[in-house]
């Protein structure tokens, strides 16, 4: 079975230092692994995905994530945080369904990124 | 115009009564996703469905039901509401395939007292 662990539930930083949140993955097969981020009382929206292709993954707003299979870690970040960055960060992991043929998504519970001015 | 959209926003609610969420979508996307949303525990899987005659639990089905009426609405419903289903409630699509990223509609606010 699959599962994530967001290691950090409240992350805090000074607005221009770098962010990282941290997600740690386990899975029975290759997943796909993607970033979602969550404004207040908004859906939530991809920032990111992983699809066996490159390791290093660009995202949206400047976000990166690096696939490290060793670790069994799919770390987000981003050099320099902006205020309109302060939200609501989960990963996510898709795996295959075993014998049925399909994929489902696993979410982290999510890590609550605070941008001090 | 939003490509995931879901009615009500907003409900409030009675222990005992049935209520109905509503999505709909323009994406063509095949696939549709309900999941509940609370504080701390990230999103669960309610019910999904993979196209108009394939239906499925999730991790979470015990309470609720769906109806997909077409390709492009998928219905949520508590047939007898209980106060701990009070939650935020996330309709989402994907396409066929992998990586199957999904989109996600704003969310329905449903409190039941």
Redesign the interface.
């Known amino acids: 079975a699959q599962s994530v662990t967001q290691l950090d539930s409240h992350v805090s930083v000074s607005e221009g230092t770098p962010v990282l949140l941290r997600c740690n993955y386990s899975s029975s097969y290759s997943p796909s692994l993607f970033w979602y981020v969550q404004h207040p009382n908004k859906g939530l929206q991809l920032l990111l995905k992983y699809t066996s292709a490159a390791t290093l993954v660009k995202g949206i707003n400047g976000f990166e994530a690096e696939f490290k299979k060793s670790e069994t870690s799919f770390h987000l970040t981003k050099p320099s945080a902006h205020m309109s960055d302060a939200a609501e960060y989960f990963c996510v992991v898709s795996d295959i369904v075993s014998g049925a043929g399909s994929y489902q998504l696993t979410f982290g519970k999510g890590t609550k990124l605070s941008v001090i001015p | 115009d939003a490509d995931?959209t879901q009615t009500p926003r907003n409900r409030i609610t009675k222990t005992g009564k049935r209520i109905m969420l509503e999505c709909s979508q323009t994406k063509g996307h095949d696939r549709m996703y309900w999941y509940r949303q609370d504080p701390?525990?990230?999103?669960?899987?309610i019910y999904y469905s993979?196209d108009v005659k394939d239906i499925n639990k999730g991790e979470i089905s015990d309470g609720y039901s769906v109806s997909r009426q077409a390709q492009a609405k998928f219905s949520l419903s508590l047939e007898s509401a209980i106060p701990n289903q009070t939650a935020l409630y996330?309709c989402?699509t994907s396409s066929r395939g992998?990586?199957?990223?999904?989109?996600?509609?704003?969310?329905t606010r449903l409190t039941v007292l």
Do not use: K, N
Not at chain 2, 40 to 45: A, E, I, K, P, T
């Open positions: 995931v701390g525990l990230g999103l669960r899987l993979f996330f989402a992998t990586p199957m990223a999904q989109y996600f509609g704003p969310g």
